[in-house]
């Protein structure tokens, strides 16, 4: 018969044993993430034309730019334990906390800002371009069509877009080169190319739709190297010159920035 102590050890696992079992199931406040959807900004996304430029001739493209985008489980959703520590060891997912991925735990509300987000970013994008191609925005009209797709960060991709359909790389060719680049980042009017989120899943999502090109902002460039598929290549960028010039010396064969 067990004695007072290794009935007072049992007793003591049986109930560490019931905590972890509970806790496996008590939701916590994160969110689960994978890679989601890309789109060419130089074609269609869902069937809608991504980029409709009016007020200056348009030229026709090769090679396709993707913007990149991470799935979530909805605002406000929590995980348990179970799910958290499932989605730690698979490459494929991240666990985030969920104020780094919603605004809002309130989904409507989510809504509404990741929707706001795009619109600015849609905004500075569109100035940034036209700002680096010396073009007047009174004149130049662009709409950009990427359907429920929140959130800042394909500014950089949008930008690189515009640019793309309206001047190429200023001597007749292409920015990709005929080349599947995909990137993320955010942009300011003046051009400045700012960090996003989940970045590691980004560069899944981009090999798993044919990017062999990346451009990630340069102060994620260590978090870009994590798990990073085989044969797609890193370009760290801080401007959207810096972006064009670096595409402009991967056609040329010149030197190119690298994490």
Do not use: H
């Amino acid at each position: 018969m067990p004695g007072p102590r290794a009935r007072a050890l049992t007793l003591c696992g049986v109930l560490v044993a019931a905590l972890f079992g509970t806790a496996a199931f008590v939701p916590l406040p994160y969110t689960l993430t994978m890679p989601g959807d890309t789109a060419d900004v130089l074609g269609s996304y869902q069937d809608r034309t991504v980029l409709t430029v009016t007020g200056a001739p348009v030229r026709p493209t090769e090679g396709q730019l993707r913007m990149v985008t991470i799935s979530a489980t909805n605002p406000g959703e929590r995980l348990s334990l179970a799910e958290a520590v499932s989605a730690w060891i698979d490459p494929d997912e991240a666990v985030l906390p969920s104020e780094a991925v919603y605004p809002d735990t309130d989904p409507v509300k989510a809504e509404q800002v990741t929707a706001e987000q795009m619109t600015d970013s849609q905004d500075s994008a569109t100035l940034a371009a036209l700002d680096y191609l010396k073009l007047s925005p009174s004149q130049v009209k662009v709409q950009v069509d990427l359907g429920a797709v929140g959130g800042p960060s394909a500014g950089q991709l949008i930008a690189l877009g515009i640019v793309d359909k309206l001047a190429g790389d200023g001597k007749g060719g292409d920015l990709t080169g005929g080349r599947v680049i995909a990137g993320t980042g955010t942009i300011d009017e003046k051009g400045n190319v700012g960090a996003v989120g989940g970045v590691p899943l980004k560069t899944q999502a981009a090999a798993r739709d044919g990017a062999t090109v990346f451009l990630v902002p340069r102060s994620e460039c260590s978090e870009a190297k994590v798990n990073l598929p085989a044969g797609l290549r890193l370009v760290p960028v801080e401007t959207l010159a810096g972006a064009i010039g670096a595409l402009t010396a991967l056609n040329a064969g010149g030197a190119v920035p690298s994490c």
